[in-house]
């Protein structure tokens, strides 16, 4: 196929499709009416006997279109946000851990080390350092700091802080 046969067929196939465009263009803005447009542009009476047509029964007479039915559309706002608003971020509630069953006897505060004397929530004494595991009820819970009277406890990013039963009072 030489290039000028193929430039005659492009020519020919544009051509075809302009025509096409504008025929259908042509039967969409025609303004040929249907049969019956005349019974629809004519005025509805209960009746049906304004112009002389028979009367139509309940059952097959087209709804009456009033001003009311339209108030739920009058009420929109025409300038309104194309998206949904994003939701609300959720309000992620976080419980308090559950408190500390442990009872702080004695603390022993040197220069060089600290330790605490403990009394875990099974009955068992023991003496732990700073950094340990407070005990196996507990294992998130870890000795922050030993100082006299008290101990910090942390656990996560909770801190508790625990005193002889003597000062409390």
Not at 129 to 142: C, F, I, M, T
Not at 147 to 167: F, K, S, W, Y
């Amino acid at each position: 196929m030489t290039l000028k046969s193929k430039k005659r067929l492009l020519s020919a196939g544009s051509l075809a499709l302009t025509c096409a465009a504008i025929g259908v263009l042509v039967w969409g803005f025609s303004t040929a009416a249907p049969p019956d447009a005349e019974q629809r542009a004519a005025p509805r009476t209960v009746a049906g006997k304004a112009r002389g047509h028979a009367a139509k029964s309940p059952a097959s007479a087209e709804p009456v279109i009033s001003r009311g039915s339209f108030e739920g559309i009058w009420d929109r706002p025409l300038r309104r946000p194309l998206f949904d608003p994003p939701p609300p971020p959720a309000v992620v509630q976080k419980n308090p851990p559950p408190p500390l069953h442990v009872q702080l006897l004695a603390t022993m505060v040197e220069s060089e080390s600290a330790a605490a004397l403990l009394k875990l929530s099974n009955g068992e004494v023991v003496f732990r350092k700073v950094g340990e595991v407070l005990g196996a009820d507990y294992p998130q819970a870890r000795i922050a700091k030993i100082e006299p009277g008290t101990v910090c406890v942390r656990r996560g990013q909770e801190e508790a802080h625990l005193q002889i039963d003597d000062l409390k009072k």
